[in-house]
């Protein structure tokens, strides 16, 4: 069927400029100027449509003052304008036939420093474009003072699992910043999303079949946040201060500074993340006497784990203008995570009788320190304002991890006498280094169709070295069936091409993506283990299709459907194959032999004014997830491929608005996933059905006041060998807006601890098992907001860089 549906897709692109000259579009152009007649360059000019005011598009006035709208239907609509220190304009309704050249729009200037003027136009707060839905921050009632996770929790299908980001339900999103990637995952991205203020987020951008331009890496589809960009020259920011107490203490505190002079524009920001949190974790084994021997029957463990982090985070961009249309840049990050945990455990084996056979008490030290380095350089050129353009980038991405471990058992018989005590300590450097340079191109023809294409080549090399040692009187003696030492390379090329065409009702786009991947690992030997390697090269092609038809003339009612196939390579850390052990019965293990992820998925939707309703399917082929094995009673989290699984549903967004003081946003989900593999202990067939709800109430009461009351559901359900039981949490915002520079907010959450994880765990030989935890998830936040300076005029940044999927990819 992917055969197929590539050869459609390809066919189409070029098809295309012939079949779709047959509808001409229209233009629009203008000038803005003062009363003196002075040009007023960086004016912003919004085209709504007269109907519902809606925005359409935007336009800047160049140094001339003449804006352009290019591409535009027949129709009626209305332009306003807003520029800091001038009054805002707003025209009368005039019908689009044919190209048109409006009256010269004079504004005149206000005395108004650091004030912003108000722009007679309306965004919703979803979009559903043809390639991705958008959600407009501004739009999201209380976001003021909150942080970037906060909105992404907020968003429709967007869910956050210990710090594992999740859309329609699925893992393995890429998460991109103005088209940038985030360089981090896990906790470290969590950290840093947590240090970035939402009130800099003009939207954010869900895509579950991302188009041919973005790397096709992640099946769980690409998330981009993208950040307000204001127009007055001259220098401005905002610093962010944030609070939490739960247990323990946290703080996520940023700065963000722009500043254009002349022809140089940079902007920075810097963020302090201060980390404490808990796991109290119990779980339990029941090992079948008959099947498992040498262990006691019931085994039963309460952990408790107490983290201590501190980041440090850092981004500067500098973009140079060397014309009107080309602009050179470089963009500088870093990371730098200090951190540690504690574990406390205490283990007891038991009989089936509950008779006490031992107990193992363990002690075990974990510090880490996490360094990643960036630099980008950009090129951009513009050939015109339909948006041709020719862009590059070059990339180089480090990360550097040092990690020691210590691991302290006691053994004791029933009676308290001690039998066996042991001390093992570790070294677990790692480096990664990551080379990528990549180009675009997009041509806008007369007809309006645009057609893009671009090429890309990275290069990704590892090193991780796992020294184990056992303290045998005071002295270290190396552990040969632990320590490890672990090689890998990857080279990536990729080329696609892709058009998109818009009529008046009905828009079409299709891509196709080729990417060749050439593989190298080698884990090299020690006394007692052999050197052994692999080399693994693959070709893949990745279609994607969208239609989107236009039940009205404004475009408030839309259907649509849309295809696309996806890859997700294992995390570098899961092709590590070292045996890293968590306590005396449990290690995580790597698998250098782990093969790509395949996914397709298929979405058909229907939209009317705030409402969105979605089926979707996917099937996904060699699944990559943890899988737990038993072995002689003990237990290994082992990353394998699971097999295949088929996994469908429906969704709903709803944004209602019974007054103009109150708005309800709900979004539901309900779920159906079926796994099929051979497992370890044979077949593994299961199915599972999910309910997820997440509604939210917003209550505007006046004089600055934002009030909300949220919580999320998520119903019993089976995924592979994991059975996860009911959870849920409630949460209350209370914003108050100080002035229009100053926001301040108290948030609390989950005040009830419906917000823990249990799950029982299937197909394990001979053994059931079961898991309970809870975190430091009661937590009362306070976030205060202050913005200075001017807003920034004619800022142009750079968009992308050419090495997202490959830092997507490295884990903790």
Known sequence: MSIKFSAIAAAW?????????????????????????????????????????????????????????????????????????????????????????????VVAQIEASLKTATVATQRPMIEHLIDRTVVNADALPGKDASTLMDLLEKSPGVTVEQNVIQLQGKSGVAIYIDDKPTYLSGD????????????????????????????????????????????????????DLNYIQGKYARSNNSLNLNIRQNKLNVTANFGYTLNNNYNDINLSRYFDPAIITGIAPVFTQGSYITHNSQNYSGRISLDYYLTDKSTIGMVLSGLFTQGNSHTTSTSKLTDMQNQLDSTIIANNEDSRQFKNGAINFNYRHDYDKKGSQLSADLDYIVYRTQRAQTFADNSFYPDGTLYDQTLQTSALPSRIDIYSAKTDYTHVLTSGVSLSAGAKSSYTKTDNTADYFDIENGLAVPDYSETNHFLY??????????????????????????????????????????????????????????????????????????????????????????????????????????LPTYITTYQLYYAFKGIKVTLYYSYTSNRVDGLVQIINGFYYNRAGNIGNSYDGGVELYADLNPAKWFNIYLYARMRYLHTVSNFYTGPLNTSGEQLVLRPTLSFTPGNGWTLQAWGTYQSRFTNEQFVDAPRGAINFDFEKKLSASATIELDIYDPFLFQNNSWTIGYLEGTTANYHSISDTRLAQLLFTYRFGKAIKNQRNHKANGAESEKNRVGD
Not at 88 to 98: A, D, N, P, T
Not at 516 to 528: D, K, R, S
């Open 188 to 239: 470290d991205l969590a950290n840093y999303l947590r240090s970035l203020p939402a009130s800099a987020v003009d939207r954010i951008e869900l895509m579950n079949n991302p188009p041919a331009k973005y790397d096709a890496a992640g099946t769980g589809g690409v998330i981009n946040i993208r950040t307000k960009r204001t127009r007055e020259k001259g220098f401005n920011g905002n610093f």
């Open 489 to 594: 390379s990857e080279n990536i090329n990729a080329a696609y091409i892709s058009g998109v065409k818009n009529f008046k009702h009905f828009s079409l786009q299709a891509g196709l993506r080729f990417e060749n991947t050439i593989a190298y690992g080698n884990q090299l030997g020690n006394p007692q283990h052999p050197d052994s390697l692999f080399n693994r090269s693959y070709n893949s092609i990745f279609p994607t299709f969208y239609s989107q038809y236009k039940l009205d003339s404004a475009g408030r009612q839309v259907i649509g459907f849309n295809v696309g196939r996806r890859i997700d390579r294992p995390n570098y850390a899961f092709l590590n194959p070292f045996l890293s052990p968590l306590d005396k019965f449990t290690y995580n293990v790597g698998n250098p032999y782990l």
């Open 13 to 105: 692109l070029l098809i295309a400029p012939t079949l779709l000259h047959a509808q001409s579009a229209c233009s629009l152009k203008g000038k803005i100027s003062s009363p003196d007649g002075k040009p007023l360059e960086g004016a912003i000019v919004y085209l709504n449509r007269a109907a519902d005011t809606v925005l359409v598009k935007t336009a800047l006035a160049d140094s001339a003052g003449n804006y352009a709208f290019f591409n535009l239907h027949a129709g009626s609509y209305r332009v306003a304008t807003s520029m800091v220190g001038y009054q805002s304009f707003k025209s009368k309704v005039f019908v689009l036939q044919k190209d048109t050249l409006l009256p010269t729009i």
